[in-house]
């Protein structure tokens, strides 16, 4: 059974500190890792990695995908109040492009 | 605007009723789905469709089902609600033809049943 499992769980920051969220998976057949944001309804998509050690970035967030030891980072660096969300890690794998999601990290920045 | 379009944004239901929630797109994705989001559970998947015509079913079936009768509409059904089916529910579709593809989301349906 896919598995993909995300830490922490919640995080509590301040205004300008840089955090790492974390994503584990343990699939079959792998084809891409995808990072999501929630805020108040939707999931808006952020990043789709494919390939290992390739960064993707989008002015403070940066991702990377580490095939090879099976996780994958999202930095956000000099956090802002607007970066409070519940961050999504879903996975993509097998024959059928089976998507798993991990359970979110809650993350909270205080001014 | 593109996008998915869910209805109603929110409904209460008492336990035994049945209840259609909607949802349609109009990015011509063949491939949709239908989750629902719990506190500590994450989002888990329902059914799935990957074109029109055929249905599939997830991590978490029993009590919906869906049709898929053209490319724009992936209907769930709850036959008969229960309390545990309360949660928000998300539709999702994605353009699985062209490779490697992300998930677009719904604004969701949050759902209670008494």
């Known amino acids: 059974e896919d598995k993909v499992v995300q830490s922490p769980l919640s995080l509590v920051v301040h205004e300008g500190d840089t955090v790492t969220l974390n994503c584990s998976y343990e699939?079959?057949?792998?084809?891409?890792l995808l990072w999501y944001k929630q805020e108040k309804k939707a999931p808006t998509f952020l990043f789709m990695l494919?390939?290992?050690?390739i960064e993707k970035k989008s002015g403070r967030l940066s991702s990377i995908l580490d095939k090879k030891e099976l996780f994958s980072i999202l930095n956000i660096t000099a956090t802002q109040t607007g970066d409070s969300a519940i961050y999504l890690c879903a996975v993509e794998a097998g024959a059928n492009s089976k998507l798993t999601f991990g359970k979110g990290i809650t993350l909270s920045v205080r001014p | 605007i593109a996008g998915i379009t869910q209805a109603p944004t929110s409904q209460i239901l008492a336990a035994g009723r049945r209840m259609t929630l909607r949802c349609t797109q109009d990015?011509?994705?063949?491939?949709m789905y239908w989750y629902r989001q719990d506190l500590g559970l994450g989002l888990r998947l329902i059914h799935y469709s990957n074109t029109a015509g055929t249905t599939g079913k997830g991590e978490v079936p029993d009590g919906y089902s869906v049709s898929r009768a053209n490319t724009d509409d992936f209907p769930l059904t709850l036959a008969s609600a229960v309390p545990s089916q309360t949660s928000v529910y998300f539709c999702?579709?994605?353009?699985?033809?062209?490779?490697?593809?992300?998930?677009?989301f719904g604004n969701g349906t949050r759902l209670t049943v008494t």
């Open positions: 494919t390939s290992s050690g």
């Open positions: 990015m011509r994705h063949n491939a």
């Open positions: 999702a579709s994605r353009d699985t033809d062209r490779g490697n593809s992300p998930l677009h």
């Open positions: 699939v079959t057949n792998f084809r891409s």
